[in-house]
Nanobody
Framework: QVQLVESGGGLVQPGGSLRLSCVAS????????MGWYRQAPGKQREVVAG???????TYADSVKGRFTISVDNAKNTVYLQMNSAKPEDTAVYYC?????????????WGPGTQVTVSS
């Protein structure tokens, strides 16, 4: 199966930067697609950014221009560069991996990493 482990979370001041990493291990397919979600206290989990196997990126409106998603296929790692952090970015950040094989859909989650934006 697939295991995902996020790292890089922590405390950052407003306006600061942080880089999150998510390493996928196990049986990884070249067609797997990875992305980032977040969940703030009392709120539903929401998508932050995604990247296709072709390199096309998508972002939530709330992070456009501030966050950048990238992937290192050789390392099975997806990154989320967070710049110009805002207090409303405070949340647990999760990476996910989506796999569609032969019409079967599977989604895997990491355990999450806490990001706190505060002075």
């Amino acid at each position: 199966q697939v295991q995902l482990v996020e790292s890089g979370g922590g405390l950052v001041q407003p306006g600061g930067s942080l880089r999150l990493s998510c390493v996928a291990s196990g049986r990884i397919f070249s067609t797997d697609v990875m992305g980032w979600y977040r969940q703030a206290p009392g709120k539903q989990r929401e998508v932050v950014a995604g990247i296709t196997t072709g390199g096309t990126t998508t972002y939530a409106d709330s992070v456009k221009g501030r966050f950048t998603i990238s992937v290192d296929n050789a390392k099975n790692t997806v990154y989320l560069q967070m710049n110009s952090a805002k207090p409303e970015d405070t949340a647990v950040y999760y990476c996910d991996l989506v796999r569609v094989v032969g019409g079967t859909y599977a989604k895997y989650w990491g355990p999450g990493t806490q990001v706190t934006v505060s002075s």
